[in-house]
């Protein structure tokens, strides 16, 4: 173009430098009216060929790339310019040799570790398909923290709820009177506890129905006491369980000489509990009484207890028909059980008696088949501290502290007995003084009973 003859090629100069070819020859003019001879065709080495019109080495070498070095030829190392430097050197000739560069994950994704799962087993990182559009990683999932802390927490603090509400609730159907009053020339502190317990035949609170289904015989004039234990808890040793018989002939402050029970008539349980104190020369330090009506639902409420009768009793005033062997009492059988005198030996029968229904009834109350129960365990507490009458100091702890000493290995015994003798007031029981003397002095002092003593 521009005048050029396009048959003609364009060689670039050679000046010695990488990009531009050999110098350009004289192209002859063509001869005047004909076609211009034809070139021959040259080859264009980087650095391979001699110079125009030097000799021929006779040794090929073929054409090199822009970044492959010539063989035998080194290149410089490049200086860099600086003060006091001389001039800059010559640009290289060929392209620098090129080194790859490893892969490393760390520039273009943050590092995946891997999660351990339930089993202790560690899961793989997720793959790049899981990621979300845009490159960024995904969250690991915040794993929920079992606060197991926590709820041990909120059922203790149930639990301790739910017994100071059975406590105070407890505490509160308790029925008190002043049965510890204070008199002249009172009993002083004595050894241990002491607790009196006594059953009453007081028919308050009973119908006509339920009256006669426990064979109670209809009102009989002021209450009595069927039952009388005294209940003593040494500083240390067996708890002893001692009966003293309703019958005992003892003297009645105010009333003279008569029997024991007559004393609950005559003033109730103040006067009866000042009564014991006389005669024994133990101080009472808790009252606790319980009616028919009470002792037959304690005992329902455990779903009857199991007792070994010991001969047969057949007392239609008890209501009772009992064969002799081990068996399961209702409420209104145990009830008769310890009431009934139709045995042979009449009061101390029944006193043994009472000792079997209370070692049965403790037994039962203490299982774990009851503790482990607590709709069984509710309603025996229940009952028991509903139809229960205790002096105006005690409440359900002193109970229960009672009960805990009742649950082991307890001696139940029996006031030792002299005799009997008819009097004023019937037929009554006499004491055996020196051994009954002795029998409550080794209790007042914190000792044992004396083995002579123990199986009255």
Known sequence: MNGDDPRIRRVPPHNGTPGRGAPRRPVPPPPPGGRPPAESPQVI???????PGARPTGRYEPPLAWSQTPEGRRTPPTRQPGPGRGPKPAPPTHAPTQRPVPYRESEYAPPQRPAPDRGGRRRPPPSHGDRPSGGAAPRPRRRRKRHVGRWFLVF??????????????????????????????????????????????????????????????????????????????????????????????VSIPGYGQDKLNAAFAFGGPQLLTQTVEIATGLRIDHYGEIGFAGFAGVVDGLGGIDVCVPQPINDPLAGIDLPAGCQELSGPQALGFVRSRATALADIDRMNNQRLFLSALLEKATSPATLANPFALWSMASNTAGSLTVDSGDHIWDLARLGWALRGDTLATSVPVGGFEDTDSGNVLLWAKPDAARFFEALANGDPVPTDLAGQ
Request: hydrophobic share 35%.
């Open 45 to 51: 080495r980087r650095g391979g060929g001699p110079p």
């Open 156 to 249: 203790l603090i149930v639990l301790v709820t739910a017994l100071v509400y059975a406590v105070v609730t407890l505490d509160g159907s308790l029925t008190r009177v002043d049965a510890l009053g204070d008199y002249e020339d009172r009993v002083g502190n004595t050894a241990g506890t002491n607790w009196l317990l006594v059953g009453s035949d007081s028919r308050a609170g009973l119908s006509d129905e339920q009256a006669q289904g426990l064979a109670t015989g209809g009102e009989v004039g002021d209450a009595r006491t069927d039952t009388i234990i005294l209940v003593h808890i040494p500083p240390s040793g067996r708890t002893t369980l001692i009966s003293l018989p309703r019958d005992s002939y």
